[in-house]
């Protein structure tokens, strides 16, 4: 059974910038990307990256491609995810989802989340 | 980028009743859609995958259907645990994008 387990609260000032953990155990197989969804208080799911844990390759949304960096550690099977220059609209819940690379329900590499982890909650004042 | 519009935003329905809730892209997408269930203060759940196949464990009485624009999620009959937002997501091409999300509520 895949779990993903995160990092725990944070409190940012405008500003600085956060990095969340997401640690997969039960995993079988390596051909997997780990994406990471954000979601405001009361509003709906925005896709923010995602990162083959094998090959390393990455792919941003526009709106945070320039300060995200979503990384990961293949030996200890731990994914992060950093977010700099935070400003209170950053105020979110982060959670990390696993896709596993599939040709039956992926599109060249675009999977959909498989699991999902329990969320991160990251309050930025200003 | 491809937009997912998705409608209703908000459906009062009672236990029993039919619920379909539909899709669509700003382009053509074939059938590459997944559907995702989430209930307040937990993450979200895969229903659908590929439009149209049911995720391990998820009752029968969700189906999805559609290619190419338009894709639709119905619950046949509404049960009390199947209360909650509903979205959709195009897994056609990055960056991967979500529709608004539509909350089902009990009537």
């Known amino acids: 059974q895949v779990q993903l387990v995160q990092s725990g609260a944070e409190v940012k000032k405008s500003g600085s910038s956060v990095k969340v953990s997401c640690s997969a155990s039960g995993v079988r197989s390596s051909s997997y990307a780990i994406h990471w969804v954000r979601q405001a208080p009361g509003q709906g799911l925005e896709w923010v990256g995602e990162?083959?844990?094998?090959?390393?390759?990455?792919n941003y949304a526009q709106k945070f491609q320039d300060r995200v960096a979503i990384t990961t550690d293949e030996f200890t099977g731990t994914a992060y995810m950093q977010l700099s220059g935070l400003t209170p609209e950053d105020t979110a819940i982060y959670y990390c989802?696993?896709?596993?690379?599939?040709?039956?329900?992926?599109?060249?590499?675009?999977?959909?989340?498989?699991?999902w982890g329990q969320g991160t909650m990251v309050t930025v004042s200003s | 980028d491809i937009q997912m519009t998705q409608s209703p935003s908000f459906v009062s329905a009672f236990v029993g009743d039919r619920v379909s809730i539909t899709c669509r892209a700003s382009?053509?997408?074939?059938?590459?859609v997944a559907w995702y269930q989430q209930k307040p203060g937990t993450a979200p759940k895969l229903l659908m995958y590929?439009?149209?196949s049911l995720q391990s464990g998820v009752p029968s009485r969700f189906s999805g259907s559609g290619s190419g624009t338009e894709f639709t999620l119905t619950i046949s009959s509404l049960q009390p645990e199947d209360f909650a937002t509903y979205y959709c997501q195009q897994v056609n091409s990055f960056p991967l994008t979500f529709g608004g999300g539509t909350k089902v509520e009990i009537k």
């Open positions: 382009q053509g997408i074939s059938n590459w």
């Open positions: 989802a696993r896709a596993p690379h599939n040709p039956e329900y992926c599109n060249f590499g675009c999977c959909p989340a498989w699991e």
């Open positions: 990162i083959h844990v094998i090959f390393g390759t990455t």
């Open positions: 590929a439009a149209s």
